[in-house]
């Protein structure tokens, strides 16, 4: 491997003369592929170029602005609502109508920018699929590439899937649920596409190829004359809304359609955002569909945080569930909020698979997908996430029993008892034990789904749930924060501390992936490297922000220029 700084490694070169065709200031660094550069077309990347050019700046400084946060955080400060946005709050504006499209959202499908998985998924039954380019895939140059075209081939209506080993051939039905798209977060790069000699932003490559090759004909099919339609992650604060409705209105006028015919849902994932919904509703109030409760992350970002509380420690991440009184309360704020501005509330993740070979468990598992959707449907939510087809007719049977044939909540189920909620609510310490299981299940889960990411999967069933970067997240902060702590195990009677048996419990932990997957796959497998990323991690002084950003550069691979390139 030759050292490219930061990010990933030098492929061996080539004798076979490619390149992409790029405009001024725009360097690819991945692999040249025809197919690939279907969608790396000079005008695309234009338009990627002129985004990353009008708003790094406006990231960056959003981007200091965490930095900021999180040092006050650390030196004791707790998050809360603005005193300064209390206009926001208390004011009675809306957003705009949402469009007749997406009126009835009851289910929706995510999962990441695979050719099967979306045919699957815009099959399933599901109202609307959320493809994925964020923590259900592993952000490689083939399957950010790759995802760019399959969603090319689904959005007209063209995309197949041949699959030998099955013997069957995948296409769409006529009926399909409706396309949504989530890009990256505002912190990841795209360390493949250098723009003026800087990685350019990851979020801003998924969003300016995908809109920039599929607005006209969306608009002209699923949307019926809106869209194209996105998810948008890992939001802080209303600062970092704002840049994304710029971004929207830059690529509407771009593209010569009018202003609000994009339209975004909003992950309420992290933290300080739970205090900043009005305030991003209403900076994106031209281009919003609703906010969504991204549960799992939201609790990785409770323990990032609070990471230098040692009074807030969580217990067992299975024991921080809804009924946890601060997470109740953020999922009924987040329903008051919305359907006070006029758009969908969306509920959380089932992240079950159907148990094909244990019908008594399989049962069971559905049992808790039934009650965990009832709770929603009953708060108020107009939806819910599967992670699974297979959940798909119990999720709408459960929506549809207390809805009817009414497409969502929003005009019947204000909420406002929630208007009480306070900032205590929001931050009141969970309840529960930490047990030595909870440990052990965390470092399986946490090396398991690195060592996936690694090789190329990013959405991994694991112990009978669909795993993404978000769980992996919350394992590996957990266990920082019990480390960090020197935590005690006080709830299976064994008193021991975290620090004394974490290398024992690695060990030991290792052994049983590769008894579970078996010694061949073991070996082919990134389970050691996954291990070492890891552990490393857990132990580190200075908690990362991301497992994700650290890993990244493993699978970041520069392909050199060769002689007739335009570069």
């Known amino acids: 491997m030759i050292g490219l700084g930061s990010y990933g490694y030098t492929a061996p070169s080539s004798k076979k003369i490619n390149a992409y065709d790029v405009p001024q200031g725009v360097d690819i660094r991945g692999r040249f592929d025809e197919e690939f550069a279907k969608i790396l077309t000079k005008d695309a990347l234009q338009f990627v170029a002129d985004l990353q050019r009008e708003f790094r700046n406006h990231i960056k400084y959003a981007m200091e602005c965490r930095k900021e946060a999180k040092r006050r955080y650390n030196e004791g400060a707790l998050p809360g609502f603005d005193p300064a946005t209390r206009y926001i709050r208390e004011g009675k504006w809306t957003c705009v109508p949402f469009p007749p499209a997406v009126a009835d959202r009851r289910v929706e499908i995510t999962g990441p920018v695979e050719r099967k998985m979306i045919i699957n998924a815009l099959n399933s039954g599901a109202k609307v699929f959320m493809a994925d380019f964020e923590d259900a895939l592993s952000p490689s140059w083939e399957n950010l590439m790759r995802g760019q075209i399959n969603l090319k081939d689904a959005v007209e209506g063209t995309i197949t899937f041949n699959d030998k080993a099955r013997n069957r051939v995948y296409k769409l039905n006529n009926e399909i649920a409706k396309l949504f798209v989530r890009p990256r977060g505002w912190h990841l790069p795209e360390a493949h596409i250098f723009i003026d000699g800087e ?131 953020y999922s009924d704020l987040l329903i008051r909020t919305c359907h006070r501005r006029g758009v969908h509330a969306m509920g959380g993740m089932a992240a079950q698979i159907p148990i094909r070979d244990d019908p008594t468990a399989n049962e069971a598992a559905f049992e808790l997908v039934r009650k965990d959707k009832q709770r929603e449907v009953k708060a108020g939510h107009d939806g819910t996430w599967a992670a699974h087809p297979g959940l798909i007719k119990t999720c709408m049977e459960v929506f549809t029993n207390n809805m009817g044939n009414t497409p969502n909540q929003i005009e019947t189920v204000k909420r406002d008892d929630a208007s009480n909620l306070t900032e205590d609510d929001l931050l009141q310490r969970p309840r529960g ?112 922000d991301f497992l994700t950003l650290d890993a990244y550069n493993y699978i970041v691979i520069h392909h050199p220029k060769d002689v007739s390139s335009k570069l």
């Open 433 to 544: 034990v930490r047990t030595m299981e909870g440990l052990r299940l965390n470092t399986r889960v946490g090396i398991q789904y690195l060592a996936a990411w690694l090789t190329g999967s990013g959405s991994v069933p694991l112990y009978n749930l669909m795993e993404d970067a978000a769980t992996a997240e919350i394992s590996r902060v957990q266990i920082w924060q019990w480390l960090k702590y020197g935590v005690e195990l006080d709830g299976d009677g064994l008193g021991v501390r975290v620090n004394h048996v974490f290398g024992r419990v690695v060990e030991e932990e290792m052994a049983r992936i590769e008894r579970e997957v078996g010694k061949e796959k073991f070996k082919k497998g990134m389970y050691k490297e996954a291990c070492k990323i890891f552990t490393r991690q857990c132990t580190a002084s200075t908690l990362d």
């Open 199 to 329: 990685p350019a932003t990851g979020c801003l490559v998924d969003f300016g190829l995908y809109f920039y090759h599929n607005y006209a004909t969306f608009r002209n099919t699923q949307g019926q004359g809106f869209g194209p339609f996105f998810y948008l992650p890992k939001m802080e604060n209303s600062r970092e809304a704002k840049i994304w409705n710029s971004v929207f209105e830059k690529a509407e006028k771009m593209a010569g359609i009018e202003k609000g015919s994009i339209r975004a849902t909003v992950l309420i994932e992290t933290l300080p955002a739970v205090f900043q919904m009005d305030e991003i509703l209403y900076e994106l109030r031209d281009h919003s569909v609703g906010l969504n409760c991204g549960r799992w992350d939201y609790i990785f970002s409770y323990v990032k945080t609070f990471q230098g509380h040692p009074d807030r420690l969580l217990p067992d991440r299975g024991q921080v569930g809804m009924t946890q009184h601060f997470m109740r309360s």
